[in-house]
């Protein structure tokens, strides 16, 4: 009982200091907002009394948080708008308190959904052994993964033309970004895996920790970088990671939460990169002030707290557009039958839409129904979460579906967790990452970006782990 007294008083402080930081936060949407933290209660609690930092639940109940409570305070507090669009409200507090009131019944329903197809422990467990071949299987991933990217890199004259292809153009972006990417992102992952599964004694090293790890980190800024993606490195790090802390050395938790924030800023200065190409690393490097890039850029550090790693300020306008515009024609799906359309190379499909999808519906929202036919010289690159998209396919009701379809692929992670039955040291670790990244990235990512930027790429890293083991039955577990 102590510990959600703690909580609640903590999240009535944070309702003060944001009305002590504008008073404009006094406001009905104040309540609605702060009303979120209530379902989410139980995981944000149990990360704080886990000693395990990476625990499933608590580390998706403290990302929620923030999705839900805190990025939306600050969207208000900031008076924040929705970059690119000329037509934002004067004053979003309403259609962001009717957002809040939205995801507090949606968040409740989530709950029930995973509650309802949770299980309990299966009776036994199976115990992965790696195979007497599994050194020259991981061996000749590491050897496909690397020729691809060498070609990669060969094809567009090394790594700065590369980085350059991404800004030249559209099409040149969408060629490479397709199968060549997948093979090639996990190949930084794959020489992790390899060492700690046959050389792990070499950990024992500090010196080789830091050199090795360094090294990787910068093959995997390279290898993901150019598309200007930043959730593609981020997710090979937090694999790496993930796996550092169960299977070499356990990272103690003050350590992860005082690395957020130079973590942040460091994806902040990135996003320079993603606006204005390598003319954004040339500016810093003349002396530029980072303000005046962001603002160039149009890449403001509150933006990206509540417009990257959040969608309060999409999902607030989507609200604003449901309520005072009927110039839109709902999809009713036809975002996510599209959504498979980036990972078909051009040689496979010479005419293939360089937008569709969610693009075209996100375009139409924005200008009109009659707005996009074809190319057209705007379009919106907003991202929506998989309760934005569903809201972008069927309207306000569509927040709710997602919620509900949320919980769905939530509870089935959150089984096949428990079905694994970890223990210390247990190589069935490997694949941990991708049902934590997923467990609360899914409010961040649209289908197109489960597929072709992430599902494509953490499918690909979890077939090759199954393939080096074998697995048996534990029955001593029953």
Known sequence: MSSYLYYYGLIFILGLISISLNNRVYHWALLAILSCSIP????????????DPFLFEGVCGLFMLYYFVVSPLLFIVFDGK??????????????????????????????????IISRDKAGFFKIWKLRPNGKYI?????????????????????????????????????????????????????VFIYVLLFYKHWFRLKLFKIFFISILLVIQVLISGYSGVRGNFVFA?????????????????????????????????????????????????RGDSVIVIAEDS???????????????????YMVYKFINSDDYDYPLGRTYLESWYPVVPFWLWPNKPINSGKVVAGTQLIWGRNYYE???????SHAYGITGEAALNFGLPGFIIGFIFYGLIYGIFKNIINSLGYIKN?????????????????????????????????????????????????????
């Open 374 to 380: 074809g190319v057209s010289s705007r379009f919106s």
């Open 237 to 285: 790090i937090f694999w790496s990671i993930i796996i550092y802390h169960y299977l070499v050395a356990p990272i103690q938790k003050w350590i992860i939460v005082s690395s957020i924030i130079p973590f942040v800023l460091s994806l902040w200065i990135f996003s320079f990169y993603k606006s204005m190409g390598l003319e954004a690393f040339a500016r810093l490097n």
């Open 82 to 115: 929705l970059p690119y669009v000329v037509d934002n409200p004067s004053d979003y507090r309403k259609y962001t308190g009717i957002l809040a009131i939205i995801n507090f019944v949606g968040l409740n329903l989530f709950n029930l959904t995973v509650k």
């Open 138 to 190: 991981l061996g000749l991933f590491i050897l496909i993964s690397g020729t691809t990217t060498g070609f990669m890199f060969f094809q567009h004259g090394g790594f700065t033309g590369l980085f350059r292809a991404y800004g030249q153009s559209i099409t040149s972006k969408s060629e490479i970004s397709g199968l060549a990417s997948i093979i090639t992102f996990p190949f930084a992952v794959y």
């Open 298 to 316: 149009n890449r403001s550090m509150e933006g990206m707290l509540w417009g990257d790693m959040s969608r309060v300020s999409i999902h607030s």
């Open 426 to 478: 247990d190589y069935k670790y490997l694949v941990y990452p991708f049902f934590l990244w997923w467990g609360f990235n899914l409010l961040l990512w649209d289908s197109d970006n489960y597929i072709a930027h992430n599902i494509g790429k953490g499918f690909l890293l979890l077939a090759s782990i199954y393939l080096l083991f074998n697995r048996r039955h534990d029955t001593t577990s029953c």
């Open 40 to 51: 989410l209660a139980r995981r944000v609690i149990l990360w704080t009394k886990s000693d």
